[in-house]
T-cell receptor, first 115, second 112 residues
Framework: SAVISQKPSRDICQRGTSLTIQCQVD?????MFWYRQQPGQSLTLIAT?????????ESGFVIDKFPISRPNLTFSTLTVSNMSPEDSSIYLC????????????FGPGTRLTVL | GNSVTQMEGPVTLSEEAFLTINCTYT??????LFWYVQYPGEGLQLLLK?????DKGSNKGFEATYRKETTSFHLEKGSVQVSDSAVYFC???????????FGSGTRLSIRP
């Protein structure tokens, strides 16, 4: 399976600021995804990061709040903009096992606290 | 639409007890089914999966069987350990939308 790393692993930020989270995969993958996990909750898909084109956002998530970049097949960033305490969550990136469109593997997550 | 319903937690058991976490699903077509585990302070790890009816996924002593007739994928382990304390998520693939749909998660705590 792909090995996925994320930076930072955790951060504490002030409201009104922005944070960019990086996701690096050790092999080329077609599809990358960003999820949010609010405290005590399940995972909610934010968007699919598309290489060479704009990300595809799920209902309730917009590009101005969560801009995403995907410059190549091994790397993506998610920015959480103009943060408020409600953005305090774990943010996870994931990829599909290449050649398979059913199994996703997840990074270790970025634990964000907004004061 | 496709959905996953899993047993409400938290679940607390004594070490060496038998574990069942129920999961049922609603889906069109033939999804793959998964159990993911999230240990404290960590991301999600794939625990096991099954891709078609009557398949049994297994890993680390955990098992789950894909039951199409009851639309279920219950997670079982014969003898739990303290190290199994984690949150367990049932999930299904939605090939038509290239998505994974997660259940709400079940927190499991094992007492020594």
């Amino acid at each position: 399976s792909a090995v996925i790393s994320q930076k930072p692993s955790r951060d504490i930020c002030q409201r009104g600021t922005s944070l960019t989270i990086q996701c690096q995969v050790d092999s080329q993958v077609t599809m990358m995804f960003w999820y949010r996990q609010q405290p005590g909750q399940s995972l909610t898909l934010i968007a699919t990061a598309n290489q060479g084109s704009e990300a595809t956002y799920e209902s309730g998530f917009v590009i101005d709040k969560f801009p995403i970049s995907r410059p190549n097949l091994t790397f993506s960033t998610l920015t959480v903009s103009n943060m408020s305490p409600e953005d305090s969550s774990i943010y996870l990136c994931s990829v599909y096992q290449e050649g398979s469109l059913d199994t996703q593997y997840f990074g270790p997550g970025t634990r964000l606290t907004v004061l | 639409g496709n959905s996953v319903t899993q047993m409400e937690g938290p679940v607390t058991l004594s070490e060496e007890a038998f574990l069942t976490i129920n999961c049922t699903y609603t889906a069109t077509g033939y999804p793959s089914l998964f159990w993911y585990v999230q240990y404290p302070g960590e991301g999600l790890q794939l625990l096991l999966k099954a891709t078609k009816a009557d398949d049994k996924g297994s890993n680390k002593g955990f098992e789950a069987t894909y039951r199409k007739e009851t639309t279920s994928f219950h997670l079982e382990k014969g003898s739990v350990q303290v190290s199994d304390s984690a949150v367990y998520f049932c999930a299904l693939s939605d090939p038509s939308a290239s998505k994974i749909i997660f259940g709400s998660g079940t927190r499991l705590s094992i007492r020594p």
